[in-house]
């Protein structure tokens, strides 16, 4: 009994859905994606993906470590500067939000803004501490 048609591509699962009545043969199509059926139930179809690859057979790996990272000679691997790139992007759109704390009419006393100055140092220095988003511990927001 056939329970999924995988849609492989480099090795990689692109699509894994459920088999129906007619499903397409198994075997390379023409634009290089190979088609596999899964005789066997599959609990959780994206764990699946996650962590098993095509290579002749079903192979299983460590999940992916974050949303950059390629499989390739059976190992995941990434450019560090993209997870920089994130962590800047994600750092950048909280220090805009504070960016009325730097006006001269703010209405903030000396002690608060000393406060709100350190906060947006803290953000700044993020990208020399943290190099992946699932690490990093961002300052709390002044009240």
Do not use: C
Request: cysteine-free; hydrophobic content about 35%; aromatic content about 12%.
């Amino acid at each position: 009994m056939v329970y999924y048609i995988a849609f492989i591509l480099n090795n990689e699962i692109q699509t894994l859905k459920l088999a129906g009545g007619s499903n397409e043969p198994e075997g390379v199509r023409s634009d290089g994606v190979t088609v596999i059926h899964i005789d066997f139930p599959i609990s959780d179809r994206l764990e699946f993906m996650d962590t098993h690859y095509w290579d002749g057979e079903w192979k299983e790996r460590i999940p992916k470590p974050n949303r950059f990272a390629k499989w390739s000679n059976e190992e995941w691997t990434w450019d560090p500067e993209d997870l920089l790139n994130e962590l800047r992007m994600h750092r950048n759109s909280r220090l805009s939000v504070t960016d009325w704390t730097r006006m001269d009419d703010n209405g903030l006393d000396e002690d608060d803004r000393e406060i709100w100055s350190i906060y947006r140092q803290e953000l700044r220095d993020i990208t020399n501490q943290y190099s992946s988003l699932e690490d990093v511990v961002w300052p709390d927001t002044p009240s």
